[in-house]
């Protein structure tokens, strides 16, 4: 857990210059919305460490309580309204990669998560899944052999069939090549290098993307 904090904390640096944010219009009547933005700005600062943390305890209360479902369709609306928010954007991606963590943890089940998973917030649900079931594995590029971590690749989207859409395994397949860049710990050559143990060229291309 730590190092996904670490790892989006980086990130949050980077991109930390986006600015305060204050919606006017009727996201703010959203109670989803207004939660989010308390984490947003914990301690009087905004989008710093605690908030991650803030996140992250929000997503793991959320996934307990209601359905994953219905609070994605909810942050998809507010998302509509956000329009181009380039803060709403960050945090809803980083949130929602949280409620795909807890979701996997819930159900020790890809397939399912991602029956509940949506594109709301550029898809952070379905990478957050997948990065969920390497970490119960305890897989990272120091201490796990490359041999374990290709087979780990090849195992964690199973097949096709395992999927109720067709889409769900390509977005599984698409959310491994998120994941490993927290495995290598954004090393972006390792991770393509993973890719590759997946059969298929057009299989490998959505690990890639």
């Not at 181009?84 to 980083?94: I, K, R, S």
């Amino acid at each position: 857990m730590n190092r996904v904090l670490a790892a989006l904390g980086i990130f949050l640096l980077l991109v930390g210059g986006v600015g305060v944010f204050v919606s006017t219009r009727t996201a703010g009547d959203n109670p989803l919305y207004q939660e989010t933005q308390d984490c947003i700005h914990t301690n009087g600062e905004t989008f710093n460490a605690d908030s991650i943390q803030c996140l992250h305890d929000l997503a793991a209360r959320t996934v307990r309580d209601a359905s994953l479902a219905s609070t994605l369709q909810s942050l998809a609306q507010i998302q509509q309204e956000e329009g181009t928010n380039p803060l709403f954007a960050l945090y809803c991606h980083t949130f929602t990669h949280f409620l795909g963590r807890e979701m996997y943890k819930k159900t020790n089940s890809v397939p399912l998560v991602y029956e509940q998973c949506s594109s709301a917030c550029d898809g952070g649900c379905w990478h957050g899944a997948i990065e969920s079931y390497f970490e119960e594995r305890s897989v990272d590029s120091v201490s796990t052999s490359e041999e374990v971590l290709r087979k780990e690749v090849v195992t964690v989207c199973g097949r096709r069939e395992d999927f109720a859409l067709a889409t769900h395994y390509v977005q599984c397949v698409h959310g491994i090549g998120h994941a490993l860049m927290f495995v290598t710990n954004g090393e972006l050559y390792q991770s393509l290098k993973f890719c590759d143990a997946l059969e298929g060229e057009r299989i490998r291309v959505q690990c890639y993307h």
